[in-house]
């Protein structure tokens, strides 16, 4: 079993397969190698999300993908990062879905960057995605609230 050391209290974590030491927001901790949590419970999203997400953060406008990931971090509060290694081929999915579409341009930095714009069918796949989201959130909220005994 692999260990996280976070708030200088070292923790188990039995989802790191590749990981990377890095320093972010005063505490260390250890980086799994995918999309996760930044909290003391780390723990993956639940698949089908990070597409979600993305689209989401790309509906706000064309960006490339370094700011994407920026932008869902600060979002959240810095509570998900996305990794190259699984931001990257998940655009490539979305483009060749059709749900994206990419065009060269400049960026902020002055480098040439793909940025990733939603297609028509990304904004109608993203509103679905939505949709089916919300549907699951407030079904999960049910089941917690009569397990702890709020609703019969």
């Not at 979600?52 to 706000?60: C, E, F, R, S």
Request: net charge positive; hydrophobic share 40%.
């Amino acid at each position: 079993m692999a260990v996280g050391i976070l708030n200088d209290t070292i923790q188990p974590c039995d989802w790191v397969t590749l990981f990377t030491s890095t320093y972010a927001s005063g505490s260390l901790y250890v980086e799994a190698d995918s999309i996760h949590m930044t909290t003391a419970r780390k723990s993956d999203l639940p698949q089908g999300t990070l597409d979600l997400l993305l689209l989401t953060v790309i509906a706000g406008g064309p960006q490339h993908g370094y700011a994407i990931a920026q932008r869902l971090q600060q979002i959240s509060r810095e509570a998900i990062q996305v990794r190259q290694g699984s931001l990257y081929p998940a655009l490539h999915r979305l483009e060749n879905r059709g749900l994206l579409s990419t065009g060269w341009r400049r960026s902020e930095t002055g480098r040439q960057a793909r940025y990733y714009s939603l297609t028509r069918k990304g904004v109608a796949a993203l509103e679905r995605e939505r949709s089916s989201w919300r549907q699951l959130a407030k079904a999960v909220s049910l089941v917690l609230r009569t397990a702890e005994g709020g609703v019969s």
